[in-house]
Structures are given as structure tokens and as C-alpha cells.
């Protein structure tokens, strides 16, 4: 089954959940069923998903997003006067799309709760 913004949106709130917690019964899961947990309890997420599935999509997901924080703490140490946050997210997005083949990054909402 296809992925949307919004499963990427739950899949970067469940790694998030699951990296936070460290206690528990849980010590014997892999990292992607730790995460797969609060995916699939997540009100907000319309499709649950396997570990496996989670773990499939991560790589992508999460080299996309180190590569567009990459970009963004670039525009950053730039530091052109005169430029607000916005005029910045702008340019990174502009960048990203020049070094991916004009591909958009699809993942603003899902980056937002990563970093």
C-alpha cells in the first residue's frame, strides 16, 4: 500500500515516541517494532503498518530528511542579511529540488517534529 504524508507525518512522531523511551518490557524489540507500536496506536495515522513496512520506508525517509537538514543549516551559515526563516526554508527547498532532479522534499510536516 502506497504511503502519504500523512503515514510519513505518524512514522516521524513514532520514531520519535520510540527513541524517547528507553524503559519497559520492549528491550528484547528491534528498534522498528519499538517504533511500529506507537505508529499503529496513533489516532491520527489511517493506515497501520508492519514493522517490516516501517523499516522499508525509514531509509528513504530518513536520508531525505538528513539531506534536506543538510541544506538547511547551509542556508543558514549563509546568512544573507536582509533574509527571513521563510526566505530560507524557500531557497533550501529550491536547492533540494536542483540536486534531486526537480523533485519537491515531501516531508516539511514530518522534518518539523525530526528536528
Sequence with gaps: MHWTKTDFTCLARAWVTASVQTTGRKKSFTLYQKVNIPFNKDPECPTRRSSGS?????????????????????ERFRN??????????????????GLNDGNDFKHREAYKILV
Design 54 to 74: 516501517i523499516k522499508s520506508q525509514w531509509y528513504t525517509f530518513n536520508g531525505q530528511c538528513v539531506e534536506y537538514k543538510g541544506i538547511v543549516a547551509q
Design 80 to 97: 544573507n542579511s536582509g533574509k527571513i526563516e521563510e526566505d530560507r526554508k524557500n531557497d533550501a527547498h529550491k536547492i533540494y529540488q
